[in-house]
């Protein structure tokens, strides 16, 4: 039973760290970011890039449990 709450906690706390950023440079020279595609205006969309920022490997997580 331990084994399965640490397993759900250790789910809980890898979900959230993989995270997309979008940024893109407007018409007036700003760098924009933004983890929601939905929010980066259609005239820019074409020229967004994506970035996956935060990845953590669940070893990392589970080998400090076990420390």
Not at 9 to 37: K, Q
Not at 54 to 65: E, G
Request: with cysteine; proline share 3%.
């Amino acid at each position: 039973m331990k084994s399965y709450i640490c397993l759900g906690f250790i789910l809980l706390l890898v979900a959230p760290l993989h995270a997309e950023t979008y940024s893109w440079v407007d018409d007036s020279g700003t760098y924009n970011l933004t983890e929601d595609y939905s929010s980066v205006p259609k005239k820019y969309r074409k020229k967004v890039k994506r970035r996956e920022d935060i990845q953590q490997d669940v070893s990392i997580f589970y080998s400090t449990l076990q420390a």
